[in-house]
């Protein structure tokens, strides 16, 4: 079974590689996907969370104000870091569940981890292989600000936040070009999925 990470900047085309290799028949674990599960209401992260950072980052309905917590660590490392630590473990396991159902499921299933904090959390996994979508920032700039409606320093703020296009092309096996048509995009995913099915 492969064991795919798959990363890349914010609106770097990540989710569209995912889609078109679950397509193909590959089993994708979203990484997003399960920070949500395990910040869930009555969740035991989100109960830490809310003593860690305070009540006021939990909505009257029990959920988690994203908003309000994304306010408290936004541009604070040490925040950010105790926040990391309590939700990271938690993803981490369940991923590593879901990773052994699938191999359980299918021995020689493609499992895909769809990661945007790869190079932060998870960079010395053993991935039979990094993949790493790539634009160029002020392309993923006016992807953010056409198609998410954010205000252009709201999307340079958001990029900022994450580490360099270098630091993730210093660790990628494949670098998948996202910044010309899907076209292209999908002959580069097709290329991969050959690629892994006569590995």
Do not use: C
């Not at 473990?89 to 945007?116: G, I, K, N």
């Amino acid at each position: 079974m492969p064991l795919i990470a798959l990363t890349g900047g914010i609106a770097s085309g990540k989710s569209t590689i995912a889609g078109r290799l679950a397509e193909h028949g590959a089993v994708v674990v979203d990484a997003d996907r399960i920070v949500r599960e395990v910040q869930s209401v009555g969740s035991p992260v989100l109960r830490e969370i809310a003593r860690e950072f305070g009540e006021t980052v939990v909505s009257s309905d029990g959920s988690l104000d994203r908003a309000a917590l994304g306010a408290r660590v936004f541009g604070d490392p040490e925040a950010l870091a105790r926040l990391n630590a309590i939700v990271h473990p938690a993803v981490r396991a369940e991923s590593q569940r879901r990773f052994d159902a699938a191999l359980t499921a299918d021995p020689e299933a493609v499992v895909v981890y769809d990661v945007p904090l790869l190079v932060e959390a998870r960079v010395d996994d053993p991935w039979d292989l990094i993949v790493v979508a790539h634009a160029p920032a002020e392309v993923r700039l006016s992807r953010l600000v056409e198609f998410r409606g954010m205000t252009a320093e709201a999307a340079q703020a958001r990029i900022d936040a994450q580490v360099s296009d270098d630091q993730r092309l210093a660790i990628a096996d494949v670098v998948i070009d996202t910044a010309s048509t899907w076209e292209r995009t999908r002959e580069q995913v097709d290329a991969l999925w050959a690629r892994l099915r006569s590995a």
